[in-house]
Nanobody
Framework: QVQLVESGGGLVQAGGSLRLSCAAS????????MGWFRQAPGKEREFVAS????????DYADSVEGRFTISRDNAKNTLYLQMNSLKPEDTAVYYC????????????????WGQGTQVTVSS
């Protein structure tokens, strides 16, 4: 059974940090590119970051460039998102997703999705 389970969300003050994790099971994690997306209330789901199969190629949305870092550990079947210098506008539900072809930013290209973890940044 394919599963993606996010964890690490929570409430943090502006300027703080959080590290999200996404544990994968039931499929070949190392054979997929991975991405993080987020969705704030009343807004569409948006791209945050993506990483290719090996971790050698990464892409970030302009809004998080320099503050967030995506990484993966294929031996542990786990994806990470280190979030620093958090802002209130980063408040959203964060989702991890798997993309067989490293398409990048389009949600339609992602095959598997987690259930999401809430991140709330207070001002």
């Amino acid at each position: 059974q394919v599963q993606l389970v996010e964890s690490g969300g929570g409430l943090v003050q502006a300027g703080g940090s959080l590290r999200l994790s996404c544990a994968a099971s039931g499929w070949t994690f190392s054979g997929y590119a991975m991405g993080w997306f987020r969705q704030a209330p009343g807004k569409e789901r948006e791209f945050v970051a993506s990483i290719n199969w090996s971790g050698g190629s990464k892409d970030y949305a302009d809004s998080v460039e320099g503050r967030f870092t995506i990484s993966r550990d294929n031996a542990k079947n786990t994806l990470y998102l280190q979030m620093n210098s958090l802002k209130p506008e980063d408040t959203a539900v964060y989702y991890c997703a798997a993309d067989r072809w490293y398409t990048g930013r389009d949600t339609r290209a992602y095959n598997y999705w987690g259930q999401g973890t809430q991140v709330t940044v207070s001002s």
